[in-house]
T-cell receptor
């Protein structure tokens, strides 16, 4: 079945460092891909999405590119801030299955001043 | 963005009792609500999908009689864990979306409910 694999955390960085959180997926056809973020004590929020191959999703300085050839959707940010500390989830919806989200295990990011 | 609340945020109960968790969309009408379960260091696992006014659709392996879901209005869904046991201890998260089932509409997530069964 469809699945998402993302790197284990925690990822610990200093402020202004470059961030990469890896995400790969297994799915039939062309799923839509998402990154969600969960700040402490809050619900998951959609960070960015991409719905077809080579699309780049971006928001709040974060970017991820839908790579069909490597089945990947890695999250990147050029300069992290302490306020970016959160848990990041990679997810997909199967082709045609707009109701259903399949999540990765989440990666905790800790940014120190 | 749209806000989804859950109540309670944290509950402890004795084995054999039932626990009800509420999920509310505060500023939009949710035609569909979802219930997820999250184990420590594991991903969110979809338990069931509920559409307002109809029976919930459960994922494979989820006991319908154990996890009762009621989506009685466009702003409220409830999950009742019946005859809870320690293995039901987990973090339960709901989400809600508006719009048609065959189109993409963002899901908005609640903050989750931590259930501990003694």
């Amino acid at each position: 079945g469809d699945s998402v694999t993302q790197m284990e955390g925690p990822v610990t960085l200093s402020e202004e460092a470059f961030l990469t959180i890896n995400c790969t997926y297994t799915a039939t056809g062309y799923p839509s891909l998402f990154w969600y973020v969960q700040y402490p004590g809050e619900g998951l929020q959609l960070l960015l999405k991409a719905t077809k191959a080579d699309d780049k999703g971006s928001n709040k300085g974060f970017e991820a590119t839908y790579r069909k050839e490597t089945t990947s959707f890695h999250l990147e940010k050029g300069s992290v801030q302490v306020s970016d500390s959160a848990v990041y989830f990679c997810a997909l919806t199967p082709l045609g299955g707009f109701q259903k989200l399949v999540f990765g295990t989440g990666t905790r990011l800790l940014v120190s001043p | 963005g749209a806000v989804v609340s859950q109540h309670p945020s944290w509950v402890i109960c004795k084995s054999g009792t039932s626990v009800k968790i509420e999920c509310r969309s505060l500023d939009f009408q949710a035609t569909t609500m979802f219930w997820y379960r999250q184990f420590p260091k594991q991903s969110l696992m979809l338990m069931a999908t509920s559409n307002e006014g109809s029976k919930a659709t459960y994922e494979q392996g989820v006991e319908k009689d154990k996890f009762l879901i009621n989506h009685a209005s466009l702003t409220l869904s409830t999950l009742t864990v019946t005859s809870a046991h320690p293995e039901d201890s987990s973090f339960y998260i709901c989400s809600a979306r508006s719009g048609l089932a065959d189109s993409y509409n963002e899901q908005f997530f609640g903050p989750g409910t931590r259930l501990t069964v003694l």
